[in-house]
């Protein structure tokens, strides 16, 4: 999909707050109310605007223990490798994975209450993942950055 300079702003001004009225949303990117919401609903279902959620606070919710795992696997194979990415989908203590490169095969984001919980996590869900051949586990000491919106500023037109 090609994104104008009016999509740009959508997508600028939705990252900031996603509980935008489009009344507000077409104000601040300077629309008409009825083109604005068409164009949002493109978005949407173009796939370039996936879903809308409240990012919460990890410490308030009981979750101040982030972890960052790195992964190596035992085979490269297509089978091993689905097993593995959906035995990691199923696990909700992973906000985030990634297949990488480097040292380790995947990199997963892991969040839970405290070191306690995560030893459990991790010898009684993650050591039987299959395929599984080496761990290592990185933990977080302090956040100083938290995930924020996309660079949109390389986008043609922008």
């Known amino acids: 999909m090609k994104l104008d300079a009016f999509d740009r702003k959508i997508l600028a001004a939705l990252q900031r707050d996603g509980r935008l009225s489009n ?9 008409s109310p009825s083109p604005c919401l068409r164009r949002v609903r493109m978005l949407e279902e173009a796939g370039v605007i996936r879903g809308y959620q409240a990012v919460l606070d990890r410490d308030e919710v009981g ?6 795992v790195g992964i190596k696997v035992e085979r490269h194979n297509d089978e091993q490798a689905d097993a593995f990415r959906q035995a990691v989908t199923a696990l909700p203590e992973v906000i985030s994975a990634f297949l990488v490169s480097g040292e380790s095969d ?12 995560y030893d459990r996590f991790l010898t009684g869900r993650l050591l039987k993942l299959p395929g599984v051949s080496d761990i290592r586990s990185n933990f977080a000491i302090h956040t100083v950055k938290t995930p924020g919106p996309l660079p949109l500023g390389h986008l043609p037109g922008a």
């Not at 009344?23 to 629309?31: M, P, T, Y």
């Not at 997963?108 to 919980?117: F, K, S, Y």
């Open 63 to 68: 979750l101040g223990l982030t972890i960052f």
């Open 23 to 31: 009344v507000q949303l077409a104000e601040e990117i300077g629309l």
């Open 106 to 117: 995947f990199l997963l984001q892991v969040v839970v209450p405290d070191l306690r919980a």
